[in-house]
């Protein structure tokens, strides 16, 4: 008998939830034009859009908020900050900022020069908007695996090797301030590097003078996949993993509202004193003294209480658990879903759930529009809509992957929560056909996801074809 496990935690604080009827949730989403992002918080009843900065915090971290010492230079929450980080990620030198993209500004100002290249494995959003506006080119140096939703390679993050020895041929290792490693991969949905794959990464570009910095803003999940997956490693806590990934580079960026369980917060940390000393300048000038750098005393507190409770086994393994548990109920039922499942969100392929649909009719929008009609759970759009238009010829850029990406907050919602998202979409499943496409009928100029409006292509003008349908959810 394969026996159960349950949330590591008990609920100590409770925040109640609206539900919305089937008739107040189709007002909203006529007054959101369609779209998840423009819903208001107080009309979603499971809010999947995103875990960054949503995490619940612990009786611990709330106590420490408390003890927050808000005193402008040589805070003791700063003190105790940068001691967690030592402990935890074993670097020398940390300097504070507001959120990860922060540390991400100080880092590609200090290190980059114009016309220098910054390999990484996939790139993110805000991490190669720095590096370019720093004046570099970002270069992919993923393996192929990642960009194949088919592929059930268990370490899909991984740098491919031969990728980066041909860019260091092509452009010389002097053009190569330093190499970007993301753990896990956020856009290639949430995919581990393996052990094995960092330390070869490293020890390469030891060779040619290359520094290694990691995004580590998902370093956690990464960590509990190499407990799973890699040899060698089923008996190792958490934390023993993490120091060995860590001792495989030379700093990192970190986004505290992903893997440290708090709502702000961030940080650069790196072993290199000179590089330290610059950043220490640096750090003023966009976030604030090197001793809080955009925190409050109370958001250092909670960051270090957080820092620690995340490295907790029992913590790690039901999170990771808990993505799983969605998937996983999907796949049973026969519902495509990018796989493997990474450590952050369930993606379903929108295009294979709604064949019937045209790219340009945005699939993924219209998935995402019914999953909130019908039961209230907020998604989000990662397709055709958020990939904008081509500069040059001013047509849709058309991705290859047209998804809903259903991403789960950090110790906010049960396995009951999960079980509600699985059976409003198995549901839609069994009525796809009718779900109709929408067209757009307002478009931003720019990040055109965060407030385009649409209408549905129905006869009827509904989006379920006209059909009302009134899912229980209470
Ligand atoms: C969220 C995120 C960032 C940026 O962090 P912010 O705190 O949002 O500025 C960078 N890298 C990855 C992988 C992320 O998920």
Redesign the pocket.
Known sequence: MKRRTAEPYRIKAVEPLTILTYEERMEALKRAGYNTFLIDSEDVYIDLLTD?GTSAMSDKQWAAIMMGDEAYAGSRSWKRLEQAVRDVYGFRYIIPTH????A?NILSQLKIQDGDYVPGNMY?T??RAHQELNGAAFVDVIIDEAHDSCSEYPFKGNIDILKLHNLIDEVGSERIPYLCL?VTV?LAGGQPVSMENMREVYRICRNYGIEVMF?A??CVENAYFIKEREEGYSTKSIAAILKEMFSYSDGC?M????DCLVNIG?FLAMNDEELYTRARELVVVYEGMPSYGGMAGRDMEAMAQGIYEAIDDHYIEHRIHQVRYLGDQLIETGIPIVRPIGGHAVFLDARAFLPHLKQEDFPAQALAAALYLDAGVRSMERGIVSAGRNKVTGKHNQPKLELVRLTIPRRVYTNNHMDVVADSILSLYQKKDQICGFQMVYEPPTLRFFNARFSPLSASGELMGGEGHTVSVN
Not at 255 to 258: F, L, N, V
């Open positions: 960054s959120q990860g993209r922060g991400e993110f805000t991490t993301a956020n995004d803003t998902r960026t986004s505290g509202k992903k961030g």
